[in-house]
């Protein structure tokens, strides 16, 4: 099955940077790559996806990048600010079958006002 | 984005005793919902997955009779946690996925933090 490996962990940046989180797929058929954010004892909210037929996705702060050779993924954040702060999950799906998300283990972001 | 939402959000019950978790998708009709379950620091663990109007399939692990899935209609998915105990204490949460438009996004409700007592 699939696996997804997410770094880092944990993450603190300084207001008005940038923050990269990275994550890898297993599977070379998943072909779809979303991106969520969880606040402090809320549901997962999608941010930004990302499909095998392109390689990067802007969504005005946010950016996602894909490289399907590799088999890596990339979540960008530029001019961070304090409300960025919470736990992002990458997540990768087949779009077939059942189209499980298979998620990652989570980064903790944190931005220092 | 779609609008999933889940009740209640919070529930405290004593210990043998069932609960019942509503999943509803508000502004869209879900082919598809999806349980996750959820444990303080820790990623999503997919527990099930239900069509609408069929059987769900549970993932390797959880006990069907003891999570109980209802999916009756498009916008409806229902947990049930019979005989609750007090290591079923978690963060639950679901999801939906509408078929319209060849869309395959999954939107996630509030979640439900059950603490069994």
């Known amino acids: 099955g699939e696996n997804v490996e997410q770094h880092p962990s944990t993450l603190s940046v300084q207001e008005g940077d940038s923050a990269v989180i990275k994550c890898t797929y297993s599977?070379?058929?998943?072909?779809?790559f979303p991106w969520y954010k969880q606040e402090l004892g809320k549901g997962p909210q999608l941010i930004i996806d990302i499909r095998s037929n392109v390689g990067e996705k802007k969504d005005q702060r946010i950016a996602v990048t894909l490289n399907k050779t590799a088999k890596h993924f990339s979540l960008h954040i530029t001019e961070t600010q304090p409300e960025d702060s919470a736990v992002y999950f990458c997540a990768a799906s087949t779009q077939t079958g059942a189209n499980n998300l298979f998620f990652g283990t989570g980064t903790r972001l944190t931005v220092i006002p | 984005g779609a609008v999933v939402s889940q009740h209640p959000s919070r529930v405290i019950c004593k210990s043998g005793t069932s609960v019942k978790i509503e999943c509803r998708s508000l502004d869209f009709q879900a082919t598809t919902m999806f349980w996750y379950r959820q444990f303080p620091k820790q990623s999503l663990m997919l527990m099930a997955t239900?069509?609408?109007?069929?059987?769900?399939?549970?993932e390797q692990g959880v006990e069907k009779d003891k999570f109980l899935i209802n999916h009756a209609s498009l916008t409806l998915s229902t947990l049930t946690v019979t005989s609750a105990h007090p290591e079923d204490s978690s963060f639950y949460i679901c999801s939906a996925r509408g078929a319209s438009g060849g869309s395959y996004t999954q939107y996630f409700g509030p979640g439900t933090r059950l603490t069994v007592l």
């Open positions: 239900s069509n609408e109007g069929s059987k769900a399939t549970y």
């Open positions: 599977d070379s058929a998943s072909n779809y």
